[in-house]
């Protein structure tokens, strides 16, 4: 891992930079599916963290992510509240609740840990849905207007836009790349090994899955708050089983522990989804035929197949 | 608004809503307990039972040959999907995550493409319509056949279980998969039999379910969360906990959404975090 730091590091930083300098020539639908892709990129790598790095599959990981986006449609459609204040409120609910429902998931396992997600997750749609004065249930909160950073650019322009979430991306990225890599990082993939061996060793090993399913819902927060502002409308569709599951595709399809696999994964993701309904009505069936091709034909992701042939 | 009639009636609607709950989650329950595998197109064998049912209605007019039909249609679909997929993932949580609802995705989509967008309802047979009263109080007879149905199939279910030899070695295989396949009970061919069985069970809930909710597009999902509920709050690869599990969750479902529409699916699903928090296996459940 630490042998391929610096590769990954000049890739993303080539890729970054293809992105943005590519990026003024592209029409403004294209533009928009990536910036799109940056932002579930962000959610992808953060349920990496939990998934793929401490060996926890979260099957409500969209619960940490809807908070978030729900917040910032609150605060900017009712109270008018700057881009600081949302950033703050949406990362700090979305941690908040992370914290909160950990108590409950760590003590599972397995399975089990899979089951109690799911159910935490869907006390949060529950909510989403039904609790309509907030929420204003299954109809969403509309018109959420971009953020105003005080830059001579508008946001509201595809373009800046898409660099803001570019780098937003970067920063998600760096942050979660030296998390993954501390001694913090490697005690979580201990555990992924071996549960009882890091024990034995003497490390707090609910701590550590603690800490994992905060970061990974504090992640998972700031791609939420994004994509309110990206979509500019949030509904209880965001905070869905289906979108949940969707991010576990994409870790899976990426590479699990991979970091960047999974932001790949979400990139292709998006564009399958994006283009496959222009050309037909039938992409469910494409959908779900890509979730079982994944599972048979690459069980280690794409990650995984890369690394096989190269080594 | 909360008088004793109240209390009555939304008793006996929370509990012929646990009842076809049952027929939904105990087959998921027995398939988790066989074969551990988290079934995610659960929710899907229930929502195309339901439109089988609703072809067949339309053709022949019997309710009797419609729940048949679905139960048998959608077996098949389930033992298909278990022998050629899912058998190829033993042990692999997350790949049998992903590949059952990559399955509920494309049922979805499929039911949409022959069926249409439009809900429809299960025509009630006729002599299960109207009520039957009781002084101020009248229960529709449909609600007291699918309590009726629930707790036959729940009977025969627990005396196969727990009578039968095959009811044995399926018991076997839940306590330890290994052991059984072991000691030569053919472990692989159970799973299909009971992944079989599971399917049916859900099926026939849909047409049952379809004459009282409908069958439209979108069922699958919907009823999905509740039959997780009842299985987690159950305990995995439990009977009784899968009819404690559905009753409890009918009820608190019917209640939540009398007393307090709004939180009505919280006060479903934080009671269900709360077992968990005491008891991560559920109620009747083993590690």
Same mark, same amino acid.
């Given at each position: ?311 | ?199 049916? %069970?859900?099926? /026939?809930?849909? #047409?049952?379910?379809?004459?009282? $909710? *409908?069958?439209? &597009? +979108? !069922?699958?999902?919907?009823? %999905?969360?509740? /039959?997780?509920? #009842?299985?987690?709050?159950?305990? $995995? *690869?439990?009977? &009784? +906990? !899968?009819?404690?599990?559905? %009753? ?10 009398? $007393? ?28």
């Amino acid at each position: 891992m630490t042998r391929r730091r610096p590769g990954m590091l000049v890739g993303v930083t080539v890729v970054a930079a293809l992105a943005a300098g590519v990026a003024p020539w592209l029409p403004s639908y294209p533009l928009t599916l990536l910036t799109q892709a940056m932002i579930v990129a962000i959610l992808a790598m953060s349920l990496d963290v939990l998934l793929g790095f401490t060996g926890l599959p979260s099957l409500g990981h969209a619960a940490y992510f809807g908070v978030a986006a729900y917040a910032v449609a609150i605060l900017t459609t009712e109270r008018q509240s700057g881009f600081v204040l949302c950033l703050i409120a949406g990362i700090v609910t979305a941690a908040v609740t992370a914290a909160l429902f950990g108590l409950i998931a760590i003590r599972a396992t397995g399975t089990y840990f899979l089951m109690i997600t799911l159910a935490l997750g869907m006390v949060v749609w529950g909510l989403a849905f039904r609790w309509v004065s907030l929420t204003k249930g299954d109809n969403g909160i509309s018109g959420v207007p971009r953020p105003d950073l005080g830059l001579p650019w508008s946001l509201w322009g595809p373009l800046p836009f898409f660099y803001f979430s570019l780098a937003c991306a970067l920063v998600a990225i760096l942050l979660l790349g030296l998390i993954v890599a501390s001694p913090f990082g490697m005690s979580l993939k201990g555990i992924r090994e071996s549960e009882s061996r890091m024990r034995i060793l003497g490390y707090n090993v609910w701590l550590h899955k603690y800490l994992a399913f905060i970061i990974a819902g504090t992640f998972a927060g700031f791609s939420g708050v994004l994509w309110a502002y990206y979509n500019g409308f949030v509904s209880p569709v965001d905070v869905q089983l289906v979108t949940s599951v969707e991010a576990l595709l994409m870790v899976a399809l990426g590479g699990p522990g991979t970091l960047l696999g999974p932001a790949a994964g979400a990139a292709i993701i998006v564009f399958l989804k994006n283009f496959v309904s222009v050309y037909t009505k039938r992409w469910l069936l494409i959908l779900g035929a890509v979730y079982i091709g994944v599972i048979l034909f690459a069980p280690r992701g794409l990650a995984g197949a890369f690394h096989r042939r190269s080594s | 608004m909360v008088s004793s009639e109240f209390w009555i009636i939304q008793t006996f609607n929370g509990l012929s809503y646990g009842a076809l709950l049952f027929l939904l989650a105990s087959g998921l329950s027995l398939i988790f307990g066989v074969m551990r595998v988290v079934n995610l197109a659960h929710g899907s064998y229930f929502m195309l039972g339901g439109y089988v049912g609703l072809s067949v209605v339309w053709r022949t007019g019997s309710f009797a040959a419609a729940v048949l039909a679905g139960a048998v249609a959608i077996g098949l679909i389930g033992i298909a999907m278990e022998r050629l997929f899912l058998r190829r993932l033993p042990g692999q949580t997350l790949g049998q995550v992903l590949m059952t609802i990559g399955f509920a995705l494309i049922f979805q989509d499929l039911a949409l493409l022959i069926w249409g967008g439009d809900p429809y309802s299960i025509p009630v047979p006729r002599f299960l319509q109207g009520a039957v009263r009781a002084g101020a109080l009248s229960f529709p007879t449909y609600r007291i056949f699918i309590i009726v149905v629930a707790v036959v199939v729940a009977a025969l279910l627990w005396l196969a279980l727990d009578r039968t030899r095959v009811g044995a070695r399926i018991r076997a295989a839940v306590d330890d998969g290994e052991m059984a396949q072991g000691v030569g009970i053919n472990v692989p061919t159970l799973s299909l039999a009971v992944f079989g069985l599971g399917a049916c %069970l859900a099926a /026939a809930g849909g #047409v049952i379910g379809g004459a009282f $909710l *409908g069958v439209y &597009p +979108g !069922a699958d999902f919907e009823v %999905l969360p509740y /039959a997780f509920v #009842v299985v987690i709050v159950g305990g $995995l *690869g439990s009977l &009784p +906990g !899968a009819m404690v599990g559905s %009753l409890l969750v009918g009820l608190l479902d019917n209640f939540g959404k009398a $007393l307090f529409p709004e939180l009505s699916y919280f006060t479903l699903f934080a009671p269900m975090a709360l077992i968990l928090a005491l008891r991560p296996t559920g109620l009747f459940g083993r590690a």
